[in-house]
Each structure stands twice: as structure tokens, then as C-alpha cells.
């Protein structure tokens, strides 16, 4: 018969269990009692990791978690790094360098888009029906006429070489007006001179997205993912703080700072080669910027540049110094386009109480939104940022559909009729499925229509809004009326989708501008935080 323990026996089974033998020897005897040890070290990690783990927790549902959303390009980037700015500015500071690349990168990009303009209309300027009058008038004097077919060949390539040739009229060298041949050689000579330049183009782009492409996302468009900038630096932008001696070795950049210099050393080839490239191009890519037919060009919007494009090529002086450092306002400037989801944590001191927030920068790209549902459940406040200068633009990659502004107002044959899709009305459309979203509906919401500084250049340019937006009708098209028309179709899709009587707070914004912003997301700090308390019942 087996005897089993009672409750009153002084043998516990678990120690008679774990009893050493009797014949246990002393080699034996150390190696269980190292054993044990090892055994109580990863137990007491487990508990220090648990307690953490419920520490945080604990803390993290006082965090306030705000997303950023909006369609790509429409400036969420840029506003993350105004956050960045005023709550973590030595977080900004320390990936200054990485943003030299991608200055160098817009830099390029809209040179290659200039030149490539510029071959385009020499092609097409054949004296056929290709180019129309109105598109000759367009150009006025900068374009000269010609009577038939059998004229000096080439218009575009004379008068724009005469345009880009060396203001010094005595030069030898310079194409004249009364030299046709050396005018029309001139834009090659320019195009020649600026090749290993643009050349670099599509290694600058591989080398910052990792030859990463987006589905959904335009032809040609380059995205990081989150972290790139330590990535770059890492890559080859070593920085090391030494005295404020200046180097002697021409292989070592030197950048000069207020009583410092920091010294770049193992400097990405690559990037090394840029910068040297751009120093020796200055006068050309000035002279071909200062151009009268580009400027023509711009003007009657047969030359589209992104909004950086002008930014940059305006300085090229100082973007094209051999010891070029970013700016603030270069970092604010620069366009690069994200992929996924990026986290940026900031402690944000409101009312003497230091609160942090978690903002999530989200990929605007259409086949990127689907990446946005999972921040969705315990988000506590969304800042939606709608470009509303981009009424002139459209999504060549969207579907035909029919727009926000088409069943709001009167039928809009433009959007019916194209298989592209405003980009207003995509934002709206966006905006709609945001305000609708059921995990959303209680989720603090602010809504910046951002780039008015553009919407006022392009309707002082008399760009006409009715021209792309055809239920704007015969409204007044002046800056007041158009935010206004805007804005009320913004607000009249979130009173559609407002059953709990949410409020929305709206601000007209231009995320580069410093001042501006930042005084705009004190007022957005203090609105989200008040709301958040409220939902936690602590007022």
C-alpha cells in the first residue's frame, strides 16, 4: 500500500523533491549551486521586468497620444518638426547633417526638372501645330516668333542660349544674338556642364529611401523610413567637436559654428562629391535660374516646381558653400517624403505639469493609410493637415471618382470627366473618412489648412480658382472668400459626421513659419490637454 502525505506531515514534497542526493559530490555541489544561482538571477529579472512593464502602464495611461494625418505633401512633416523644435531641440540639432543630403537632393531634383523642361519645349518649338499660338503668347517676347518652318533652327535653343550665356557682352565666349550658332549650342554647353550633377539624382534618392518604393505613391517619388537620419549619419557624416582650428587637409570638411567647428571625417563619397559639384556649378545653375525663359516658363505654369524648388535656388550662393550646414529653415524647407508610421516622444510642460505626449507621423501616400487603423484605438487627439493651395493639383494616380465638391455644390464635369482627382477633394474625402470613423468619434480633432503663404502667391499670379474648381463659380477669387469657401466645406463634412457634438478647431497655418506655428500649437497644447481631462473626468 503506497502512503501518501497528510496536511500534518513535516515533509514537504517539493523539498524532498528538490533535495540534493545523498552521494552528491562536491563537483556536483558547486555545479547545482551555480545552476540555482543562474536560476534565481533570471527569476528576479523576470519580476524587475514585470514591475517595470506595470510602472509603465500605469504612467502611460496619463500620456497623451496625438497623430498627425493628412494626405502626402500636405505639410505633416514639417509641422512634426516644429514639434521637434519647441519641445526637443537638441533632438533636431543632432541630426542637422543628416538634412544636408536632402537639401542636395531637392537641389538637384529641380535643376533636372528645369533642364528637362527647357529640352522639352526646344523639341516641341518645331515651327508644327504641336505648340499652339496661345502657348507662344503665353511666352511673349522671351520666345521669338519665326515666319515658317525653314527659319533659324531651333528657336528655343537660340534665344535660350542667348538668355543663359555670360552677362559680359565682351567676353569671347559669350553667344551673341548675332551669332546664332554659338546661342544655339549655348543650353547644351549649360545641359553638358550641369550633367554629373543631375546624374547624381537617382543615387542621392537611393541612398537616402534604401531603394524602398511605395505602392500607391507617384512615379518617381522617394520615401524614408522612420530613423533615416541617424542612418545617414551613421552612413558617413561622422561628426567630431574639436577646437576651432580650421583643417588643412583638403579631403576633410570643415564646418565652422560659433566658437566651434565641427569636423566631418570619412564624409559619405557620394555626398562629398555633391557638395563639390555644387561649388564649382554655382554661376551656371544661377545663371540657368536667373534665366529669363524659365522665369517665363514658371509664369505661365508650363514649368511646375515643387514649392521648396524656389526656396533653395534663391540661396544657392550659401546652400553651394563647401562648408554648408543647414539651417533651421532649410530643415523646415526640405521635402522628403515618409514611409510608415514614425513615433516622436516629447515631454510638454502644461500648467507646471509635465505630461508626455506621443506624436505619430503618419505616410499620406494612398497605399500607405492602411497603416494608420492600428494607432486608432487609444489615440487622444488627431491633428488632420489639408494643403489648401493645392486646388491647382491633382492625384494622377487616383481613381475616377466622384468628388466631395461635386455632390456639395453643383456638378463638377472636371472630376467626372478625369480620371484624377483634385487634391482638395481628396483631402476632403480623407477628412471624411477620419470624421466618420467609429474608433475616432470621441478623439480630440484639429484641422490645419495649411500653405495659405502659397494660396495668396498663386492668387496674386491670378490663378483662378474656378478654373479647377468649378462650384466655386463666380465667387470672388481673393484670398478671404477662398479660405472661407474652403473651410466651410471642411466644417460642413464634420457637422455631417458629429453626432456627439464634437468640437473642431481650425487654424489657417504655414508650418514654416516658426513664429507662427509654434504660438499655434501653444493654443492646440492647451485645447488637447483640456479636452483630455475632461474625457478622464478630472474636470
Known amino acids: 500500500m503506497i502512503r501518501t502525505s497528510s496536511i500534518r506531515s513535516q515533509d514537504d514534497p517539493l523539498s524532498l523533491a528538490i533535495r540534493p542526493p545523498p552521494e552528491e559530490s562536491d563537483s556536483d555541489r558547486h555545479i547545482r549551486l551555480q545552476n540555482e544561482a543562474e536560476a534565481r ?60 543630403t536632402v537639401v542636395y537632393f531637392n537641389v538637384v531634383r529641380s ?15 518645331d515651327g508644327s501645330d504641336s505648340q499652339s499660338t496661345l502657348e507662344r503668347q503665353e511666352l511673349g517676347d522671351y520666345l521669338p516668333t519665326r515666319a515658317s518652318s525653314s527659319a533659324t533652327p531651333s528657336i528655343h535653343s537660340s534665344q535660350i542660349g542667348v538668355a543663359l550665356s555670360p552677362p ?37 534618392a537611393d541612398g537616402l529611401s534604401g531603394g524602398v518604393s511605395v505602392s500607391g505613391s507617384g512615379k518617381g517619388e522617394v520615401y524614408v ?14 561628426l567630431l567637436r574639436r577646437q576651432p582650428k580650421p583643417s588643412s587637409s583638403e579631403d576633410e570638411l570643415t564646418i565652422e559654428r560659433p566658437g566651434t567647428a565641427l569636423s566631418v571625417i570619412d564624409a559619405d563619397p557620394l555626398v562629398d562629391d555633391v557638395a563639390r559639384m555644387l561649388e564649382q556649378s554655382r554661376e551656371d ?11 517665363a516658363l514658371m509664369t505661365s505654369r508650363k514649368l511646375k516646381l515643387d514649392e521648396w524648388s524656389e526656396f533653395f535656388l534663391n540661396d544657392i550662393s550659401r546652400i553651394s558653400a563647401r562648408n554648408y550646414v543647414p539651417s533651421t529653415d532649410d530643415i523646415l524647407h526640405a521635402r522628403i517624403q515618409t514611409m510608415g508610421v514614425a513615433e516622436h516622444i516629447f515631454d510638454v510642460d502644461i500648467h507646471g505639469k509635465t505630461v508626455t505626449w506621443h506624436l505619430f507621423d503618419v505616410g499620406g501616400a494612398r497605399g500607405q493609410r492602411h497603416s494608420w487603423v492600428p494607432y486608432f484605438d487609444d489615440a487622444n487627439a488627431i491633428i488632420f493637415v489639408s494643403p489648401i493651395s493645392a486646388f491647382d493639383q491633382v492625384r494622377a494616380s487616383a481613381p475616377a471618382v466622384r468628388g466631395i465638391f461635386t455632390y456639395l455644390n453643383a456638378p463638377s464635369q472636371y472630376l467626372e470627366e478625369d480620371p484624377r482627382t483634385n487634391r482638395i477633394d481628396d483631402s476632403l ?9 467609429q474608433l475616432l468619434k470621441k478623439v480630440h480633432l484639429v484641422l490645419f489648412l495649411n500653405k495659405t503663404d502659397i494660396l495668396r502667391k498663386k492668387l496674386e499670379r491670378g490663378l483662378s480658382v474656378s478654373k479647377y474648381i468649378l462650384s466655386y463659380g463666380d465667387r470672388p477669387n481673393e484670398y478671404e472668400s477662398v479660405v472661407q469657401y474652403f473651410r466651410a466645406h471642411f466644417l460642413q463634412v464634420h457637422r455631417r459626421n458629429n453626432e456627439n457634438r464634437r468640437v473642431l478647431y481650425t487654424h489657417l497655418t504655414n508650418v514654416v513659419d516658426t513664429k507662427a506655428t509654434q504660438s499655434i500649437i501653444g493654443n492646440v497644447r492647451d485645447s488637447i490637454f483640456r479636452g483630455y481631462l475632461q474625457s478622464a473626468a478630472l474636470v
Open 41 to 100: 538571477r533570471i527569476s528576479e529579472q523576470i519580476d524587475e521586468e514585470l514591475r517595470f512593464e506595470r510602472e509603465r502602464l500605469k504612467k502611460s495611461k496619463s500620456d497623451v497620444k496625438l497623430l498627425l494625418l493628412g494626405q502626402a505633401e500636405s505639410g505633416k512633416s514639417t509641422l512634426q518638426k516644429q514639434f521637434q523644435l519647441m519641445y526637443s531641440p537638441a533632438s533636431l540639432e543632432s541630426e542637422r547633417m543628416s538634412w544636408r
Open 111 to 125: 535643376i533636372k526638372k528645369i533642364l528637362t523642361t527647357l529640352e522639352a519645349w526646344d523639341d516641341i518649338d
Open 168 to 204: 559680359s557682352p565682351t567676353s569671347p565666349t559669350s553667344p551673341t544674338a548675332s551669332s546664332p550658332l554659338r546661342g544655339s549650342t549655348a543650353i547644351s554647353d549649360l545641359r553638358r556642364r550641369l550633367l554629373p550633377l543631375t546624374n547624381t539624382e537617382p543615387q542621392l
Open 225 to 238: 523610413r522612420s530613423g533615416w537620419q541617424a542612418r545617414t549619419i551613421q552612413k558617413g557624416q561622422k
Open 285 to 295: 545653375i544661377r545663371t540657368l535660374w536667373e534665366n529669363q525663359v524659365v522665369r
Open 429 to 437: 474625402q480623407l477628412f471624411t473618412q477620419i470624421c466618420s470613423n
